[in-house]
């Protein structure tokens, strides 16, 4: 079993909808939590942080942490066609804080 | 600031050659990751370096990879020799002590490998 789980989609939504991403993790020890964004043939780039669990909101994006749960969430809200790329999430924590696992990453494609 | 500065961009190479892929980090940055992405596997973090030296290569898939660092400013990932299965796009990665951000990393634009 992965250590973080992501479903790979791909996930086709129409503009203005609210997206959900989603990704399960079976390490306790996991403290922090990323979304990265890739667009194609591009590197990943940091979308949103956050540190043990609750939620953070930035702009359309909200990122929700349910650590008793293991499950991470990101939510899109009014949702433009600039937002299709793959959505990676990414954590890390424990013993080795520096070591960041990756999910699959989730391809998003909004269809104007 | 430069970022991450990754070469070749892209490389096809024929089966038993050796690749030489090549990074540079963000100056300042201590820490330095090597990452594969393939549709298979997605992103796989093969080694990482804290002060040029190699903290973790349990994700080196086997001995005809290597990775050194030998100074801040330059990496290097090895393969040889080199098999059709290791197309895929290397990713490094670079990243500062922890600081607000937590643990942000900073990718390259990745090295595409084609192994024919």
């Known amino acids: 079993q992965k250590e973080v789980e992501q479903d790979p989609g791909p996930l086709s939504v129409p503009e203005g909808a609210i997206v959900s991403l989603n990704c399960t993790y079976s390490?306790?020890?996991?403290?922090?939590f990323m979304w990265y964004r890739q667009y194609s043939r591009k590197g990943p780039e940091l979308l949103m942080y956050?540190?043990?669990?609750g939620n953070k909101e930035d702009g359309r994006f909200t990122a929700q942490v349910d650590k008793s749960s293991k499950y991470i969430s990101l939510f899109i809200r009014d949702s433009q066609p600039s937002d299709s790329a793959t959505y990676l999430c990414?954590?890390?924590?424990?013993?080795?804080?520096?070591?960041?696992?990756f999910g699959s990453g989730t391809r998003l494609s909004i269809r104007p | 600031d430069a970022g991450v500065i990754q070469s070749p961009r892209h490389e096809v190479t024929e089966m038993g050659q050796e690749v030489t892929l090549r990074c540079k980090p963000i100056?300042?940055?201590?820490?330095l990751f090597w990452y594969r992405q393939t549709m298979m596997r997605g992103l796989e973090l093969l080694i990482y370096f804290n002060n040029n030296v190699p903290i973790d290569d349990s994700g080196m898939p086997e001995d005809r990879f290597s990775a050194k660092m030998p100074n801040a400013s330059f990496s290097t990932l090895k393969i040889q020799p080199s098999e059709p299965r290791d197309s895929a796009v290397y990713f490094c990665a670079s990243r500062g002590g922890l600081d607000f951000s937590g643990n942000t990393i900073y990718f390259g634009e990745g090295s595409w490998l084609t192994v024919v």
């Open positions: 956050t540190y043990s669990s």
């Open positions: 390490n306790s020890a996991f403290q922090y």
């Open positions: 990414a954590m890390s924590g424990g013993s080795s804080a520096s070591k960041i696992i």
């Open positions: 100056s300042g940055h201590d820490y």
